[in-house]
């Protein structure tokens, strides 16, 4: 298995909402990477997870929870998000030995 | 600090003509540098990487080579199709931080039959 799977492809939530986004990989890599992509940009980094623990916070809002319950598994909790916060979130992962990230096809998320 | 200068977009062309998307970057250290594509409604592909210089990455007729005098890494391909419509990204990549992606901006590539 040599990619990235994402769940769910579109999700549209109002600002009271609950919901979660999921990523998984099983090609054994042990980093794993939330981004949020906005229409014409490139991706922003939000976390970093490396063996399951979180080494990289890039100053997000609380709104967003991110949470890695083993090595292949990565979720990304949210509540009470913003209208601002309607983008395209991509997962990636990473090998320990080797620079590349392997990304998935994302989450197109629009809050009303 | 680290980062990656790109071309601004879009670029138009023909299709069966060659294209060159600048690349500088900025880095400490010794980083690895990639382009990916990104396709309408998709995530990022990996097209080609250089892990150190002089090093020539190449996929599906594109290529790239890690310049360190002249801090580049500009995209190539001789004769590009319609299919190759699509957002390039060159990024680098910081050893010993968690493999933090540094992005360009991207070029958007039109490709016109």
């Known amino acids: 298995d040599t990619e990235v799977t994402q769940t769910p492809k579109h999700l549209v939530m109002g600002m009271t909402n609950k919901k979660s986004l999921k990523c998984e990989q099983h090609?054994?890599?042990?980093?794993m990477y939330w981004y949020k992509q906005k229409a014409k940009k490139p991706p922003e980094l939000m976390f970093v997870?490396?063996?399951?623990?979180?080494?990289i916070n890039e100053s997000v809002p609380s709104r967003f929870s991110p949470e890695c319950p083993n090595s292949s598994l990565l979720n990304l909790h949210l509540h009470a998000l913003q209208p601002e916060d309607s983008a395209l979130y991509l997962c990636?992962?990473?090998?320990?030995?080797?620079?590349?990230?392997?990304f998935g096809p994302g989450t197109r998320l629009t809050v009303l | 600090g680290d980062s990656v200068t790109q071309m601004e977009g879009p670029v138009t062309l023909s299709e069966e003509a060659f294209l060159t998307i600048n690349c500088t970057y900025t880095?400490?250290?010794?980083?690895?540098l990639f382009w990916y594509v990104q396709y309408p409604g998709e995530g990022l592909q990996l097209l080609l990487k250089a892990t150190k210089a002089d090093d020539k990455g190449s996929n599906k007729g594109f290529e790239a080579t890690y310049r360190k005098e002249t801090t580049s890494f500009h995209l190539e391909k001789g004769s590009v199709q319609v299919s190759d419509s699509a957002v390039y990204f060159c990024a680098l990549s910081v050893p010993l931080n968690f493999n933090k992606f540094y992005f360009g901006s991207g070029t958007k590539l039109n490709v016109k039959p």
């Open positions: 990636a992962s990473s090998h320990p030995m080797l620079a590349e990230q392997f």
């Open positions: 997870y490396s063996y399951e623990k979180l080494s």
């Open positions: 880095a400490t250290g010794y980083p690895s």
């Open positions: 090609m054994g890599h042990r980093a």
